[in-house]
Protein backbone atom coordinates (compact mmCIF):
# COMPACT_ATOMS: atom_id res chain seq x y z
CA UNK A 1 0.00 0.00 0.00
CA UNK A 2 3.01 2.26 -0.06
CA UNK A 3 2.86 3.28 -3.99
CA UNK A 4 0.18 3.34 -6.56
CA UNK A 5 -3.53 3.75 -5.72
CA UNK A 6 -4.55 1.59 -8.22
CA UNK A 7 -3.15 -2.39 -9.49
CA UNK A 8 -3.82 -3.76 -12.31
CA UNK A 9 -5.57 -6.22 -11.46
CA UNK A 10 -8.35 -4.32 -9.92
CA UNK A 11 -8.52 -2.19 -12.44
CA UNK A 12 -9.39 -5.23 -14.55
CA UNK A 13 -12.43 -5.99 -12.01
CA UNK A 14 -13.59 -1.88 -12.24
CA UNK A 15 -16.11 -1.92 -14.69
CA UNK A 16 -18.27 -4.96 -12.83
CA UNK A 17 -18.40 -3.19 -9.72
CA UNK A 18 -21.03 -0.12 -9.27
CA UNK A 19 -20.18 1.69 -6.39
CA UNK A 20 -22.90 3.35 -4.89
CA UNK A 21 -24.69 2.66 -1.71
CA UNK A 22 -28.06 2.69 -3.89
CA UNK A 23 -26.51 -0.04 -6.01
CA UNK A 24 -27.24 -3.05 -2.94
CA UNK A 25 -30.68 -1.45 -2.63
CA UNK A 26 -32.36 -4.29 -4.48
CA UNK A 27 -29.86 -7.01 -2.80
CA UNK A 28 -30.21 -8.99 0.55
CA UNK A 29 -26.63 -9.26 1.35
CA UNK A 30 -26.54 -11.74 4.78
CA UNK A 31 -22.78 -10.88 4.45
CA UNK A 32 -21.87 -7.30 4.68
CA UNK A 33 -18.14 -7.61 2.80
CA UNK A 34 -19.81 -9.82 0.16
CA UNK A 35 -21.46 -6.79 -0.72
CA UNK A 36 -18.31 -4.71 -1.29
CA UNK A 37 -16.20 -7.80 -2.53
CA UNK A 38 -14.85 -7.50 -6.04
CA UNK A 39 -14.11 -3.55 -6.27
CA UNK A 40 -11.34 -1.11 -5.28
CA UNK A 41 -14.12 1.53 -3.85
CA UNK A 42 -17.08 1.25 -1.91
CA UNK A 43 -19.26 3.63 -0.28
CA UNK A 44 -18.12 4.32 3.29
CA UNK A 45 -21.38 2.91 5.20
CA UNK A 46 -20.82 -0.29 3.45
CA UNK A 47 -17.42 -0.46 4.17
CA UNK A 48 -18.21 0.10 7.58
CA UNK A 49 -20.95 -2.87 7.56
CA UNK A 50 -18.20 -5.57 6.11
CA UNK A 51 -15.40 -3.74 9.06
CA UNK A 52 -17.64 -4.12 12.28
CA UNK A 53 -18.80 -7.35 11.47
CA UNK A 54 -16.31 -8.82 13.04
CA UNK A 55 -16.84 -9.20 16.98
CA UNK A 56 -14.26 -7.86 19.56
CA UNK A 57 -11.92 -10.40 20.67
CA UNK A 58 -10.42 -10.11 24.28
CA UNK A 59 -7.70 -13.07 23.32
CA UNK A 60 -7.00 -11.24 20.04
CA UNK A 61 -7.06 -7.67 21.97
CA UNK A 62 -4.82 -9.12 24.95
CA UNK A 63 -2.02 -10.09 22.05
CA UNK A 64 -1.91 -7.32 20.72
CA UNK A 65 -1.26 -4.86 23.70
CA UNK A 66 1.05 -7.04 24.71
CA UNK A 67 3.54 -6.55 21.80
CA UNK A 68 2.82 -3.12 21.20
CA UNK A 69 3.27 -2.42 24.88
CA UNK A 70 6.65 -4.21 24.20
CA UNK A 71 7.51 -1.97 21.39
CA UNK A 72 7.33 1.09 22.99
CA UNK A 73 9.85 -0.53 25.92
CA UNK A 74 11.80 0.53 22.79
CA UNK A 75 10.85 3.67 21.98
CA UNK A 76 13.17 6.22 22.29
CA UNK A 77 11.08 9.02 22.76
CA UNK A 78 8.61 7.78 25.51
CA UNK A 79 9.10 9.76 28.05
CA UNK A 80 9.26 13.01 26.04
CA UNK A 81 5.35 12.70 25.90
CA UNK A 82 4.59 13.21 29.47
CA UNK A 83 5.47 16.92 29.30
CA UNK A 84 6.17 17.38 25.87
CA UNK A 85 8.15 20.83 25.27
CA UNK A 86 6.65 24.30 23.28
CA UNK A 87 5.64 24.40 20.91
CA UNK A 88 5.20 20.49 20.38
CA UNK A 89 2.94 20.70 23.71
CA UNK A 90 -0.26 19.61 21.86
CA UNK A 91 1.47 15.75 21.50
CA UNK A 92 1.75 15.48 25.38
CA UNK A 93 0.47 11.87 26.41
CA UNK A 94 1.37 9.28 29.03
CA UNK A 95 1.85 6.66 27.11
CA UNK A 96 1.12 3.61 29.68
CA UNK A 97 -2.10 5.06 30.78
CA UNK A 98 -3.24 4.67 27.49
CA UNK A 99 -2.22 1.58 26.84
CA UNK A 100 -3.37 0.55 30.35
CA UNK A 101 -7.19 2.15 28.90
CA UNK A 102 -7.06 0.81 25.71
CA UNK A 103 -6.26 -2.90 27.66
CA UNK A 104 -9.19 -2.40 29.44
CA UNK A 105 -11.62 -0.56 27.89
CA UNK A 106 -14.89 -2.74 26.17
CA UNK A 107 -15.42 -2.64 22.90
CA UNK A 108 -18.34 -3.47 20.36
CA UNK A 109 -16.17 -4.69 17.65
CA UNK A 110 -12.72 -5.40 16.71
CA UNK A 111 -12.73 -2.82 14.82
CA UNK A 112 -13.44 0.07 17.18
CA UNK A 113 -10.61 -1.48 19.53
CA UNK A 114 -8.08 -1.19 16.61
CA UNK A 115 -9.60 2.29 15.44
CA UNK A 116 -9.00 3.68 19.63
CA UNK A 117 -5.53 1.85 19.53
CA UNK A 118 -4.60 3.59 15.85
CA UNK A 119 -6.03 6.82 16.88
CA UNK A 120 -3.92 7.22 19.90
CA UNK A 121 -0.33 6.23 18.37
CA UNK A 122 -1.26 8.42 15.44
CA UNK A 123 -1.95 11.09 17.87
CA UNK A 124 1.40 11.02 18.98
CA UNK A 125 2.25 13.18 16.31
CA UNK A 126 5.55 10.71 15.28
CA UNK A 127 5.24 8.90 11.90
CA UNK A 128 7.98 6.66 12.98
CA UNK A 129 5.67 5.29 15.40
CA UNK A 130 2.60 4.24 13.92
CA UNK A 131 -0.34 0.87 14.56
CA UNK A 132 -1.01 -0.24 11.26
CA UNK A 133 -3.49 -2.85 11.29
CA UNK A 134 -3.77 -3.98 8.04
CA UNK A 135 -7.72 -5.39 8.35
CA UNK A 136 -8.74 -1.32 8.40
CA UNK A 137 -5.74 0.67 7.37
CA UNK A 138 -5.70 -0.82 3.67
CA UNK A 139 -9.11 1.51 3.65
CA UNK A 140 -8.87 5.19 2.79
CA UNK A 141 -11.68 7.18 2.57
CA UNK A 142 -11.41 10.15 -0.43
CA UNK A 143 -13.39 13.50 -1.32
CA UNK A 144 -13.46 15.19 -4.93
CA UNK A 145 -13.06 18.39 -3.38
CA UNK A 146 -9.32 18.39 -2.03
CA UNK A 147 -8.59 22.19 0.08
CA UNK A 148 -5.37 24.35 -0.49
CA UNK A 149 -4.89 27.50 1.66
CA UNK A 150 -4.48 30.60 -0.70
CA UNK A 151 -3.81 34.40 -0.87
CA UNK A 152 -5.70 35.93 -3.27
CA UNK A 153 -5.94 39.47 -3.57
CA UNK A 154 -3.31 39.92 -0.06
CA UNK A 155 -6.22 38.11 1.91
CA UNK A 156 -5.32 34.46 2.74
CA UNK A 157 -8.63 31.57 2.53
CA UNK A 158 -9.01 27.80 2.40
CA UNK A 159 -10.47 27.02 -1.27
CA UNK A 160 -11.15 24.29 -2.93
CA UNK A 161 -8.18 23.11 -5.04
CA UNK A 162 -8.60 25.40 -8.24
CA UNK A 163 -7.30 22.20 -10.21
CA UNK A 164 -9.28 19.73 -8.54
CA UNK A 165 -11.04 18.86 -12.11
CA UNK A 166 -8.19 17.94 -13.93
CA UNK A 167 -6.55 16.12 -10.52
CA UNK A 168 -9.48 13.82 -9.97
CA UNK A 169 -9.50 13.50 -13.77
CA UNK A 170 -6.27 11.70 -13.26
CA UNK A 171 -8.51 9.19 -11.04
CA UNK A 172 -9.31 5.86 -12.98
CA UNK A 173 -13.40 6.39 -13.90
CA UNK A 174 -14.54 4.21 -11.28
CA UNK A 175 -13.97 7.21 -8.68
CA UNK A 176 -16.40 9.90 -10.59
CA UNK A 177 -18.87 7.62 -11.93
CA UNK A 178 -19.78 6.85 -7.84
CA UNK A 179 -20.71 10.81 -8.04
CA UNK A 180 -22.34 10.57 -11.35
CA UNK A 181 -24.41 7.91 -9.86
CA UNK A 182 -25.59 9.93 -7.02
CA UNK A 183 -25.82 12.33 -9.54
CA UNK A 184 -23.30 14.84 -7.54
CA UNK A 185 -21.91 17.79 -9.60
CA UNK A 186 -18.29 18.01 -8.03
CA UNK A 187 -16.58 19.81 -10.97
CA UNK A 188 -18.60 23.19 -10.57
CA UNK A 189 -16.99 23.07 -6.09
CA UNK A 190 -13.07 23.44 -8.02
CA UNK A 191 -12.06 26.67 -6.73
CA UNK A 192 -14.60 27.48 -4.69
CA UNK A 193 -13.88 29.80 -1.48
CA UNK A 194 -15.01 28.37 1.55
CA UNK A 195 -16.41 30.23 4.59
CA UNK A 196 -17.23 26.96 6.58
CA UNK A 197 -16.20 23.49 7.27
CA UNK A 198 -18.75 21.41 9.12
CA UNK A 199 -20.11 25.08 11.07
CA UNK A 200 -16.65 25.71 11.68
CA UNK A 201 -14.23 28.47 10.54
CA UNK A 202 -12.16 26.85 7.79
CA UNK A 203 -8.88 27.29 9.50
CA UNK A 204 -10.29 25.85 12.79
CA UNK A 205 -11.15 22.82 11.23
CA UNK A 206 -8.16 22.12 9.41
CA UNK A 207 -6.63 22.59 12.80
CA UNK A 208 -9.15 19.60 14.32
CA UNK A 209 -8.22 18.08 11.37
CA UNK A 210 -4.38 18.25 12.12
CA UNK A 211 -4.88 16.91 15.74
CA UNK A 212 -7.03 14.61 14.93
CA UNK A 213 -6.49 12.72 11.66
CA UNK A 214 -2.86 13.82 10.27
CA UNK A 215 -0.09 12.37 12.90
CA UNK A 216 3.62 11.99 11.74
CA UNK A 217 4.74 15.28 12.49
CA UNK A 218 5.18 16.74 16.25
CA UNK A 219 4.48 20.57 14.76
CA UNK A 220 1.12 21.72 14.34
CA UNK A 221 2.21 23.64 11.69
CA UNK A 222 3.87 21.54 9.29
CA UNK A 223 0.15 18.64 10.00
CA UNK A 224 -1.78 22.29 8.84
CA UNK A 225 0.49 21.79 5.45
CA UNK A 226 -0.69 17.84 5.34
CA UNK A 227 -4.28 19.16 5.83
CA UNK A 228 -4.15 20.73 2.33
CA UNK A 229 -3.35 19.52 -0.99
CA UNK A 230 -0.29 19.86 -2.88
CA UNK A 231 2.61 18.89 -5.30
CA UNK A 232 5.60 15.99 -4.01
CA UNK A 233 7.70 13.59 -6.53
CA UNK A 234 6.35 10.32 -6.29
CA UNK A 235 9.59 8.51 -7.79
CA UNK A 236 10.34 10.08 -11.06
CA UNK A 237 6.71 11.02 -11.46
CA UNK A 238 5.22 14.47 -10.47
CA UNK A 239 2.15 14.19 -8.29
CA UNK A 240 -0.52 15.29 -5.88
CA UNK A 241 -1.75 14.71 -2.06
CA UNK A 242 -5.10 14.47 -1.93
CA UNK A 243 -4.34 15.99 1.46
CA UNK A 244 -5.39 14.84 4.83
CA UNK A 245 -8.68 16.44 4.63
CA UNK A 246 -9.68 14.82 1.40
CA UNK A 247 -8.04 11.74 2.21
CA UNK A 248 -8.07 9.74 5.43
CA UNK A 249 -7.21 6.51 6.30
CA UNK A 250 -9.16 3.61 8.44
CA UNK A 251 -11.76 6.42 8.85
CA UNK A 252 -15.06 6.10 9.56
CA UNK A 253 -16.55 9.68 8.52
CA UNK A 254 -19.17 9.34 5.51
CA UNK A 255 -19.07 13.25 4.72
CA UNK A 256 -18.34 16.26 4.56
CA UNK A 257 -20.67 19.59 4.88
CA UNK A 258 -18.79 22.88 3.07
CA UNK A 259 -20.42 26.15 2.71
CA UNK A 260 -18.56 27.81 -0.06
CA UNK A 261 -19.07 30.48 -2.70
CA UNK A 262 -18.81 28.87 -6.14
CA UNK A 263 -16.43 30.27 -8.63
CA UNK A 264 -18.74 33.12 -10.73
CA UNK A 265 -21.64 33.01 -8.17
CA UNK A 266 -22.24 35.55 -5.28
CA UNK A 267 -24.07 33.74 -2.57
CA UNK A 268 -22.92 31.05 -0.21
CA UNK A 269 -24.58 27.60 -0.02
CA UNK A 270 -23.94 24.37 1.92
CA UNK A 271 -22.82 21.49 0.27
CA UNK A 272 -22.52 18.06 1.71
CA UNK A 273 -19.72 16.31 0.19
CA UNK A 274 -19.84 12.16 0.26
CA UNK A 275 -16.40 10.33 0.87
CA UNK A 276 -15.52 7.39 -0.98
CA UNK A 277 -13.72 4.61 0.01
CA UNK A 278 -10.81 2.97 -1.79
CA UNK A 279 -9.43 -0.31 -1.07
CA UNK A 280 -5.51 -1.38 -1.04
CA UNK A 281 -5.13 -4.82 0.55
CA UNK A 282 -6.08 -8.35 -0.91
CA UNK A 283 -9.22 -9.18 -2.52
CA UNK A 284 -12.20 -10.98 -0.68
CA UNK A 285 -15.42 -12.63 -1.56
CA UNK A 286 -17.00 -12.66 1.95
CA UNK A 287 -16.38 -11.95 5.62
CA UNK A 288 -14.39 -15.34 5.80
CA UNK A 289 -12.19 -14.64 3.36
CA UNK A 290 -11.68 -10.92 4.28
CA UNK A 291 -10.56 -11.97 7.26
CA UNK A 292 -8.15 -14.42 5.84
CA UNK A 293 -6.64 -12.33 3.55
CA UNK A 294 -6.56 -9.27 5.33
CA UNK A 295 -6.81 -9.57 9.12
CA UNK A 296 -5.51 -12.82 9.81
CA UNK A 297 -1.46 -13.21 10.62
CA UNK A 298 0.48 -14.69 7.97
CA UNK A 299 4.05 -15.44 6.76
CA UNK A 300 5.30 -12.29 6.57
CA UNK A 301 3.38 -10.79 10.03
CA UNK A 302 6.28 -11.65 12.33
CA UNK A 303 10.13 -11.27 12.08
CA UNK A 304 12.54 -14.11 11.73
CA UNK A 305 15.54 -15.75 13.51
CA UNK A 306 18.23 -14.70 10.61
CA UNK A 307 20.53 -17.22 11.98
CA UNK A 308 18.73 -19.31 9.64
CA UNK A 309 19.87 -19.10 5.87
CA UNK A 310 16.67 -19.87 4.53
CA UNK A 311 15.65 -16.42 6.60
CA UNK A 312 17.61 -14.24 4.66
CA UNK A 313 16.66 -14.45 1.23
CA UNK A 314 14.03 -11.69 1.66
CA UNK A 315 16.02 -9.93 3.91
CA UNK A 316 19.37 -9.51 1.62
CA UNK A 317 19.43 -6.03 1.02
CA UNK A 318 18.55 -4.48 4.65
CA UNK A 319 21.52 -2.97 5.88
CA UNK A 320 21.68 -1.44 9.77
CA UNK A 321 23.11 1.92 8.75
CA UNK A 322 21.35 2.30 5.20
CA UNK A 323 17.65 1.68 7.50
CA UNK A 324 14.97 3.47 5.18
CA UNK A 325 13.16 5.72 7.68
CA UNK A 326 10.08 7.88 6.96
CA UNK A 327 6.56 8.44 6.95
CA UNK A 328 3.99 6.31 6.50
CA UNK A 329 2.53 6.79 2.59
CA UNK A 330 -0.84 7.04 1.87
CA UNK A 331 -2.31 5.42 -1.11
CA UNK A 332 -3.40 8.69 -2.82
CA UNK A 333 -0.17 9.90 -2.79
CA UNK A 334 0.59 8.13 -6.16
CA UNK A 335 -1.84 10.57 -8.15
CA UNK A 336 -0.42 12.62 -11.03
CA UNK A 337 0.24 16.29 -10.96
CA UNK A 338 -1.97 17.90 -14.16
CA UNK A 339 -0.51 18.82 -16.98
CA UNK A 340 -0.67 22.60 -16.80
CA UNK A 341 0.96 21.95 -13.64
CA UNK A 342 4.06 19.96 -14.51
CA UNK A 343 6.80 21.66 -15.18
CA UNK A 344 7.99 22.87 -18.51
CA UNK A 345 11.79 23.47 -18.21
CA UNK A 346 13.70 20.86 -19.78
CA UNK A 347 15.22 18.50 -16.79
CA UNK A 348 19.02 19.01 -17.27
CA UNK A 349 18.79 14.79 -15.92
CA UNK A 350 17.29 12.71 -17.44
CA UNK A 351 17.94 9.59 -15.53
CA UNK A 352 17.03 10.35 -12.06
CA UNK A 353 15.04 8.09 -9.74
CA UNK A 354 13.76 9.99 -7.11
CA UNK A 355 15.45 13.70 -8.31
CA UNK A 356 15.03 16.44 -11.06
CA UNK A 357 17.54 18.97 -11.96
CA UNK A 358 16.47 21.87 -14.17
CA UNK A 359 18.45 25.37 -14.76
CA UNK A 360 15.68 28.15 -13.85
CA UNK A 361 15.01 30.89 -16.90
CA UNK A 362 17.80 33.72 -15.07
CA UNK A 363 20.53 31.25 -16.22
CA UNK A 364 22.18 31.28 -12.74
CA UNK A 365 19.87 29.11 -10.37
CA UNK A 366 19.39 25.51 -10.72
CA UNK A 367 17.22 23.46 -8.89
CA UNK A 368 17.42 20.46 -7.41
CA UNK A 369 14.16 18.49 -6.63
CA UNK A 370 14.58 15.29 -3.99
CA UNK A 371 11.63 13.88 -3.94
CA UNK A 372 12.63 11.38 -1.28
CA UNK A 373 15.94 9.85 -0.08
CA UNK A 374 14.63 6.49 -0.72
CA UNK A 375 16.39 4.52 -3.61
CA UNK A 376 18.79 2.89 -5.19
CA UNK A 377 21.96 3.78 -2.77
CA UNK A 378 24.36 4.07 -5.22
CA UNK A 379 22.27 5.69 -8.29
CA UNK A 380 20.90 8.17 -6.03
CA UNK A 381 24.79 9.34 -5.82
CA UNK A 382 25.30 8.91 -9.32
CA UNK A 383 22.11 10.91 -10.33
CA UNK A 384 22.60 13.71 -7.61
CA UNK A 385 26.65 14.23 -8.58
CA UNK A 386 25.57 14.56 -11.91
CA UNK A 387 22.55 16.69 -11.84
CA UNK A 388 24.91 19.12 -9.48
CA UNK A 389 27.77 18.93 -12.13
CA UNK A 390 25.52 18.88 -15.07
CA UNK A 391 23.69 22.38 -13.19
CA UNK A 392 27.55 23.61 -12.96
CA UNK A 393 28.38 22.85 -16.50
CA UNK A 394 25.27 24.79 -17.59
CA UNK A 395 26.39 28.11 -15.53
CA UNK A 396 24.39 27.98 -12.74
CA UNK A 397 26.19 29.54 -9.54
CA UNK A 398 23.57 28.61 -6.87
CA UNK A 399 21.00 25.93 -6.13
CA UNK A 400 17.99 25.82 -4.84
CA UNK A 401 17.09 22.30 -3.53
CA UNK A 402 12.91 21.78 -3.46
CA UNK A 403 12.01 19.35 -0.62
CA UNK A 404 8.57 19.58 -0.54
CA UNK A 405 6.77 16.41 0.31
CA UNK A 406 9.66 14.65 1.19
CA UNK A 407 9.24 11.40 3.09
CA UNK A 408 12.39 10.26 3.55
CA UNK A 409 14.91 7.47 3.49
CA UNK A 410 18.37 6.27 3.24
CA UNK A 411 20.03 7.85 6.67
CA UNK A 412 23.12 7.71 5.03
CA UNK A 413 21.99 9.62 1.18
CA UNK A 414 21.13 12.31 3.48
CA UNK A 415 24.50 12.49 4.90
CA UNK A 416 25.51 11.76 1.17
CA UNK A 417 24.07 14.96 -0.18
CA UNK A 418 24.82 16.96 2.63
CA UNK A 419 28.89 15.75 2.48
CA UNK A 420 28.58 16.55 -1.13
CA UNK A 421 27.65 19.77 -0.89
CA UNK A 422 29.62 20.46 2.02
CA UNK A 423 33.03 19.10 0.64
CA UNK A 424 35.37 16.43 1.71
CA UNK A 425 37.16 18.41 4.24
CA UNK A 426 33.82 19.23 6.56
CA UNK A 427 34.60 15.82 8.29
CA UNK A 428 31.20 13.67 10.02
CA UNK A 429 28.28 15.48 8.99
CA UNK A 430 26.02 13.49 11.39
CA UNK A 431 24.56 13.76 14.41
CA UNK A 432 25.53 11.86 17.82
CA UNK A 433 22.83 8.96 18.12
CA UNK A 434 21.77 6.70 20.92
CA UNK A 435 19.31 3.63 21.50
CA UNK A 436 16.97 3.05 24.87
CA UNK A 437 18.83 0.41 27.11
CA UNK A 438 15.71 -1.44 28.79
CA UNK A 439 16.77 -4.83 29.96
CA UNK A 440 15.98 -6.92 26.15
CA UNK A 441 17.71 -4.38 24.46
CA UNK A 442 20.85 -5.02 26.65
CA UNK A 443 19.85 -9.25 26.59
CA UNK A 444 20.32 -8.96 22.32
CA UNK A 445 23.37 -6.95 22.42
CA UNK A 446 24.90 -9.01 24.68
CA UNK A 447 24.09 -12.22 22.79
CA UNK A 448 25.01 -10.71 19.73
CA UNK A 449 28.16 -9.90 20.87
CA UNK A 450 28.54 -13.66 22.27
CA UNK A 451 27.38 -15.13 18.82
CA UNK A 452 29.76 -12.95 17.05
CA UNK A 453 26.88 -11.99 14.55
CA UNK A 454 27.45 -9.34 11.79
CA UNK A 455 25.76 -6.39 10.90
CA UNK A 456 23.82 -8.30 7.99
CA UNK A 457 22.06 -10.44 11.02
CA UNK A 458 21.38 -7.26 13.34
CA UNK A 459 20.57 -4.02 14.00
CA UNK A 460 22.44 -3.66 17.45
CA UNK A 461 25.91 -4.97 16.31
CA UNK A 462 28.47 -2.89 17.70
CA UNK A 463 31.07 -2.34 14.67
CA UNK A 464 28.73 -0.77 12.45
CA UNK A 465 29.07 2.01 14.40
CA UNK A 466 31.62 4.52 15.73
CA UNK A 467 32.46 6.35 18.61
CA UNK A 468 32.35 9.98 18.62
CA UNK A 469 35.97 10.08 17.51
CA UNK A 470 34.82 8.61 14.51
CA UNK A 471 37.28 5.40 15.09
CA UNK A 472 34.82 2.43 14.62
CA UNK A 473 33.19 0.49 17.69
CA UNK A 474 35.36 -3.01 18.48
CA UNK A 475 33.24 -6.04 17.60
CA UNK A 476 32.61 -6.96 21.49
CA UNK A 477 32.33 -3.36 22.71
CA UNK A 478 28.96 -3.96 24.71
CA UNK A 479 27.65 0.25 24.30
CA UNK A 480 24.05 -0.56 26.13
CA UNK A 481 25.73 -2.27 29.61
CA UNK A 482 26.52 -0.20 31.93
CA UNK A 483 23.39 2.11 30.47
CA UNK A 484 23.80 6.08 30.85
CA UNK A 485 20.43 6.91 32.92
CA UNK A 486 19.23 10.19 31.16
CA UNK A 487 16.46 11.71 33.54
CA UNK A 488 13.80 13.15 30.53
CA UNK A 489 10.30 14.82 32.80
CA UNK A 490 11.86 13.27 36.11
CA UNK A 491 11.91 9.62 34.57
CA UNK A 492 15.02 7.61 34.82
CA UNK A 493 15.88 6.49 31.10
CA UNK A 494 18.17 4.27 30.32
CA UNK A 495 20.17 4.96 26.70
CA UNK A 496 23.28 3.05 25.39
CA UNK A 497 26.44 5.51 24.81
CA UNK A 498 26.43 8.06 22.32
CA UNK A 499 27.51 6.66 18.56
CA UNK A 500 27.95 7.72 14.89
CA UNK A 501 26.72 6.08 11.97
CA UNK A 502 29.23 4.94 9.56
CA UNK A 503 28.53 5.69 5.91
CA UNK A 504 30.79 4.65 3.13
CA UNK A 505 30.20 6.20 -0.29
CA UNK A 506 30.58 4.71 -3.91
CA UNK A 507 30.76 8.56 -5.61
CA UNK A 508 34.16 9.85 -4.90
CA UNK A 509 33.33 13.83 -2.70
CA UNK A 510 34.28 17.05 -4.29
CA UNK A 511 37.50 18.55 -2.35
CA UNK A 512 35.43 21.73 -2.29
CA UNK A 513 31.97 22.68 -1.81
CA UNK A 514 30.45 22.94 -5.83
CA UNK A 515 28.53 26.06 -5.17
CA UNK A 516 29.47 28.48 -2.72
CA UNK A 517 27.42 27.28 0.63
CA UNK A 518 26.16 30.65 0.77
CA UNK A 519 24.48 30.33 -2.78
CA UNK A 520 22.42 27.52 -1.60
CA UNK A 521 19.17 27.25 -0.29
CA UNK A 522 16.38 25.08 0.62
CA UNK A 523 12.60 25.37 -0.05
CA UNK A 524 9.76 23.22 0.98
CA UNK A 525 6.16 22.90 3.35
CA UNK A 526 7.31 21.55 5.79
CA UNK A 527 6.32 17.91 4.88
CA UNK A 528 10.10 16.90 5.24
CA UNK A 529 10.62 13.62 6.80
CA UNK A 530 12.94 11.89 8.77
CA UNK A 531 16.07 11.39 6.24
CA UNK A 532 14.83 14.63 5.16
CA UNK A 533 14.56 16.46 8.55
CA UNK A 534 18.44 15.49 9.56
CA UNK A 535 19.66 16.81 6.03
CA UNK A 536 17.84 19.71 6.35
CA UNK A 537 18.92 20.50 10.26
CA UNK A 538 22.67 19.78 9.20
CA UNK A 539 21.86 22.12 6.48
CA UNK A 540 20.97 24.88 9.22
CA UNK A 541 22.52 23.88 12.22
CA UNK A 542 26.12 23.80 9.94
CA UNK A 543 25.95 26.26 7.21
CA UNK A 544 23.50 28.64 8.07
CA UNK A 545 21.63 27.77 4.79
CA UNK A 546 18.44 30.06 3.92
CA UNK A 547 15.20 27.79 4.00
CA UNK A 548 11.53 29.22 2.91
CA UNK A 549 8.35 27.23 3.88
CA UNK A 550 5.45 28.04 1.83
CA UNK A 551 1.75 27.48 2.79
CA UNK A 552 0.42 27.23 6.54
CA UNK A 553 -1.97 28.96 8.01
CA UNK A 554 -1.93 32.35 8.62
CA UNK A 555 0.10 33.82 12.09
CA UNK A 556 0.61 30.59 12.71
CA UNK A 557 4.41 29.33 12.60
CA UNK A 558 5.30 26.41 10.38
CA UNK A 559 8.71 23.87 11.12
CA UNK A 560 10.72 23.39 8.42
CA UNK A 561 11.14 20.21 9.26
CA UNK A 562 8.79 17.01 10.03
CA UNK A 563 9.75 14.28 12.22
CA UNK A 564 13.24 14.41 12.58
CA UNK A 565 14.13 10.88 14.62
CA UNK A 566 16.87 8.42 13.78
CA UNK A 567 16.36 4.76 12.71
CA UNK A 568 13.02 3.36 12.55
CA UNK A 569 12.02 -0.65 12.98
CA UNK A 570 9.18 -2.00 11.73
CA UNK A 571 7.41 -4.67 14.07
CA UNK A 572 9.24 -7.24 11.74
CA UNK A 573 12.47 -5.70 12.39
CA UNK A 574 12.30 -6.10 16.01
CA UNK A 575 10.56 -9.32 16.69
CA UNK A 576 13.86 -10.51 13.82
CA UNK A 577 16.35 -8.92 16.46
CA UNK A 578 14.76 -10.80 19.36
CA UNK A 579 14.47 -14.49 17.73
CA UNK A 580 17.96 -13.36 15.99
CA UNK A 581 19.73 -13.13 19.46
CA UNK A 582 17.71 -16.33 20.77
CA UNK A 583 15.61 -14.51 23.25
CA UNK A 584 11.74 -15.19 21.82
CA UNK A 585 11.16 -17.31 25.18
CA UNK A 586 12.83 -14.43 27.40
CA UNK A 587 9.81 -13.27 29.55
CA UNK A 588 10.52 -9.68 28.53
CA UNK A 589 9.81 -10.78 24.68
CA UNK A 590 6.74 -9.56 22.85
CA UNK A 591 4.53 -12.35 21.77
CA UNK A 592 4.49 -13.36 17.92
CA UNK A 593 0.68 -10.50 16.60
CA UNK A 594 -1.90 -13.32 15.59
CA UNK A 595 -3.48 -10.62 13.23
CA UNK A 596 -1.99 -8.56 10.18
CA UNK A 597 -0.47 -5.46 11.41
CA UNK A 598 2.44 -4.03 12.08
CA UNK A 599 3.76 -1.38 15.01
CA UNK A 600 6.89 0.52 14.19
CA UNK A 601 9.09 2.57 16.04
CA UNK A 602 11.67 4.77 16.38
CA UNK A 603 14.69 3.02 17.47
CA UNK A 604 17.29 5.93 17.54
CA UNK A 605 17.33 9.21 18.47
CA UNK A 606 19.57 11.94 16.73
CA UNK A 607 20.92 14.88 18.94
CA UNK A 608 20.83 18.35 17.72
CA UNK A 609 24.26 20.01 16.77
CA UNK A 610 23.72 22.93 18.28
CA UNK A 611 22.59 21.56 21.76
CA UNK A 612 23.47 18.19 22.28
CA UNK A 613 21.44 17.37 24.99
CA UNK A 614 18.38 17.76 23.16
CA UNK A 615 17.00 15.61 20.16
CA UNK A 616 16.72 17.29 17.68
CA UNK A 617 12.98 15.96 17.14
CA UNK A 618 12.48 18.27 19.63
CA UNK A 619 14.73 21.67 18.73
CA UNK A 620 12.28 24.06 17.08
CA UNK A 621 14.34 25.66 14.30
CA UNK A 622 12.05 28.23 11.86
CA UNK A 623 12.62 28.97 8.09
CA UNK A 624 14.20 32.18 7.58
CA UNK A 625 11.49 32.97 4.89
CA UNK A 626 7.78 32.43 4.55
CA UNK A 627 5.45 33.14 1.64
CA UNK A 628 1.73 31.65 1.30
CA UNK A 629 1.06 30.16 -1.88
CA UNK A 630 -0.87 31.85 -4.78
CA UNK A 631 -3.35 31.27 -7.64
CA UNK A 632 0.31 31.17 -9.26
CA UNK A 633 2.25 28.79 -7.39
CA UNK A 634 0.10 26.59 -5.25
CA UNK A 635 0.87 22.84 -6.83
CA UNK A 636 2.99 24.42 -9.32
CA UNK A 637 7.00 23.64 -8.74
CA UNK A 638 8.08 25.46 -11.56
CA UNK A 639 6.61 29.01 -10.80
CA UNK A 640 7.58 28.05 -6.69
CA UNK A 641 11.20 27.58 -7.91
CA UNK A 642 11.41 30.89 -9.80
CA UNK A 643 9.68 33.02 -6.90
CA UNK A 644 11.51 31.70 -4.31
CA UNK A 645 14.97 32.50 -6.62
CA UNK A 646 13.70 35.86 -6.93
CA UNK A 647 13.29 35.92 -3.18
CA UNK A 648 16.30 34.73 -1.84
CA UNK A 649 18.97 35.50 -5.01
CA UNK A 650 17.79 38.57 -5.97
Avoid at 89 to 101: P, W
Avoid at 150 to 159: D, I, K, P
Amino acid sequence: MHSMLFTSAALAVLPMFFLSSAAHSNHSYADPCSAIAGGIFAAPVDMLACLRSFPFNETLRQNVMQTVSGVFDFYTFEDFYLDSPPPFQESTTDIRAELTRITAQQYDTDYDFNLDLYNFVNRLNDGHTQWTPNCYATWENLLPTPVVSLEVNGTQGVYIAPDSVGFIDLVPPGFTSFYESIHFDWQRLAGAKVLQIEGMDPYDYVDLIADTVSGNFLDHGVRVNSVFSGYRLSGDSFSQRFGDLAGRLFSPDLNVTFTLIPVNCSRPENVTVPFLATFMGNSFTDSESYWTNNCAANSGTNGVDKRVSSNLLSQATRRTRLQPVGAARKPADGIGLPAPFQPTLPPTVVSADVMRSYLLPDGQTGVLFVGSFDDDIDQFQIDASTAITTLKAAGATRLLIDLTNNLGGFICLGFFLHQYLAGSSFGYPGFDSAIRANPLAQKIVAADIAQDLSEDLSFYVPDQYAFLNNTILPADFDYVSPAVTVTINGQPDPTSRRFHDVCSFSVPIPDYPPFNLSNVAIVNNGNCASTCAMFSTLMNERHNTTIAVFGGKPGENVEFKGMAGNQVLEWTDLDSEIKTAGLKDDPLAPPDLLVSANMRHNWRTAYSYLDESEPIAYVSELPKLRFPYTLDTYNNPQNVWIFTAQQIFG
